[in-house]
């Protein structure tokens, strides 16, 4: 990591995004960062360009992610205990739609050898009795939810065996088990919101389904769960006992300090930052779609994967580290451009998730922390891309100084135009992922992370992109009932154009970057019978005309209301 040329605010960022803290004790530098974070090289950094972070967290220290206080352990098992503001809206949102699968984390291992399933067992319970959020219930008092932990119990582990298919039919059978196991519905109330399956392929191969309700969960903490795993199931097939030591907390804990930490001028300055950066937003954004919105929400989804080879991957780190910015500044920028392009909107609103762990005691939990941002890019002729990503880095930075507001109360508080047809603020999500499980080892067995096969879909559009053999790899998971596969395709086509653009001469004007050829722009985007260059003509006659070409697509959207151009 080449940072010893970089701008402090971009080095700052770049420590936070490694999981390193920064905090300013009087006139004291604390540093604070997860096992294996610290290398002698960051260590060396930060020393070199200590006075610089100490000026700047000096003058962003009213908010910054570094001024959390401490957390105690106050909840006790068996109350009744508020749920986290994240907890409350899937508590709600499960209430709605009558169940919320789109929301289900599967975490898949293949495990080749002979697998001790006594040891599997002790160790998943083990893991349950550590975590009291996996044996949590979800209850309504008063039309509001209460979490009230249970005692730990065995933890049912269904197995399914496969070993009279071979083959591609073995295949499929595995395919429809896994999604079974993946797709059945969680009750909050009852509790037991993990649900561990053992598929049998042979007597030397497994497959382990762990699927988790995000409302007591994330990615990092599937990360948490896959490594207290490993160390457990090793202790356990040699005869030991746990290895692992008493957590300090509990995720009640994190609920109860987040409601009271979020008061008074403290909350005053989040609420004042985001409805100033958030004044004015669109209410949906302008991609065009294959149907027409329905009146509600259908999660039904697939992925479309997207690989960067690494000539190009390591062109756009290069670049990264040239223009002072993080790689998902860059990456985020460009795909908020594509937006931009595609939907013939200069103002776009994309929402990032943040692991919502600004404290070191947190990192070792389990439970549903992250936190959504809504990173907002306005774009005019003007600016070249350069000129973009500079603007666009100060908005990311800002963000990240003001994360602390659960994205609920921000919603509530600028209380948006509401419709279920789709989400309030942002309808598509950029995310680079870092909550890595590759790597994992257990005792005499060979173990191989798995690509769940994605059927549904939280928002409209998702990119998460992972770095992998050097390049990167993108899925593009999208609401089948907006969108075609083939024209995700060409979405992803698109936005690897642009990339190779912007590396090649970052000084282009945004709107001149070629997104699918020379003379081929205008496919691109003809189901909306647009063109690439920004219309000159009258509203009421661009209007006239789109709905000649396009009448069946949506005109007006407000509240639960969708005109189409016909009507």
């Known amino acids: 990591m080449e940072l010893g040329m970089e701008s402090i605010d971009c080095v700052v960022s770049r420590l936070l995004d490694h999981g390193i803290h920064i905090a300013l004790d009087g006139d004291k530098l604390k540093v604070r960062a997860a096992r294996g974070a610290l290398s002698e090289d960051i260590s060396s950094l930060i020393r070199s360009r200590r006075d610089e972070i100490v000026d700047y967290l000096t003058r962003h220290r009213s908010i910054r992610s570094l001024d959390v206080p401490a957390i105690s352990h106050v909840a006790d098992a068996g109350q009744k205990v508020p749920v986290s503001f994240s907890q409350q809206r899937l508590w709600f949102i499960d209430r709605i739609d009558e169940g919320s699968r789109q929301y289900h984390l599967p975490v898949i291992l293949r495990l080749s050898g002979n697998l001790d399933t006594a040891a599997m067992q002790r160790a998943i319970d083990e893991i349950v009795r550590r975590h009291e959020v996996l044996r949590t219930r979800f209850v309504e008092v008063d039309g509001v939810p209460k979490q009230i932990v249970v005692e730990a119990e065995r933890v049912p582990i269904s197995t399914i065996s ?83 030591p008493a957590p300090d907390l509990q995720y009640a804990d994190f609920a109860l300090w987040q409601r009271d930490w979020l008061v008074g001028d403290r909350l005053q300055g989040l609420y004042q930052y985001w409805e100033e950066q958030l004044r004015d937003i669109p209410l949906v954004h302008g991609l065009p779609l294959d149907r027409p919105r329905p009146k509600h929400q259908d999660h039904r989804g697939a992925v479309h994967l997207q690989r960067i080879e690494p000539a190009l991957s390591d062109s756009i780190r290069e670049m990264a580290r040239q223009e002072n910015v993080t790689l998902f500044m860059l990456l985020q920028t460009a795909f908020s451009l594509l937006v931009s392009r595609l939907s013939l909107e200069q103002d776009v609103v994309i929402g990032t998730p943040v692991a919502g762990r600004a404290r070191t005691e947190l990192e070792p939990l389990l439970g549903f922390f992250v936190n959504n941002l809504a990173l907002r890019s306005r774009f005019d002729a003007s600016m070249s891309f350069r000129d973009a990503l500079s603007t666009q880095k100060k908005v990311v930075l800002d963000a990240y100084a003001y994360q602390h507001l659960p994205f609920e109360m921000l919603v509530d508080r600028i209380n948006p135009n509401r419709s279920t047809a789709y989400d309030p603020v942002f309808q598509i999500v950029f995310a680079i992922n870092n909550n890595e499980i590759g790597g994992l080892e257990l005792s005499g067995l060979g173990v191989t992370p798995l690509i769940p096969r994605t059927r549904h879909a939280k928002t409209d559009l998702e990119l998460l992109v992972e770095e992998r053999e050097g390049g990167f790899q993108i899925g593009w998971t999208y609401r089948t009932g907006l969108f075609d596969e083939c024209t995700i395709a060409s979405f992803s086509e698109a936005y690897a154009r642009l990339l190779q653009g912007i590396v090649s001469d970052a000084s282009v004007g945004v709107f001149d970057y070629d997104l699918v050829g020379e003379g081929a722009s205008q496919q691109l985007l003809a189901a909306r019978g647009a063109s690439m260059d920004y219309p000159t003509r009258p509203v009421q006659q661009q209007i006239a005309e789109q709905a000649q070409r396009t009448p069946a697509s949506p005109a007006v959207v407000c509240g639960d209301v969708t005109l189409s151009y016909a009507e």
């Open 162 to 244: 496969l070993r009279q298919y071979g083959g591609e039919q073995q295949e499929l059978a595995l395919q429809r088990a896994i999604e079974q196991v993946c797709d059945l519905p969680f009750d909050l109330e009852q509790g037991r919101l993990l649900r561990v399956a053992l598929i049998a392929l042979s007597d030397v191969e497994h497959l382990a389904v762990l699927v988790q309700h995000h409302i007591v969960s994330d990615g990092w903490s599937s990360g948490v769960f896959v490594r207290e795993f490993s160390a457990l199931y090793d202790a356990f097939v040699g005869g030991s006992e746990s290895p692992l």
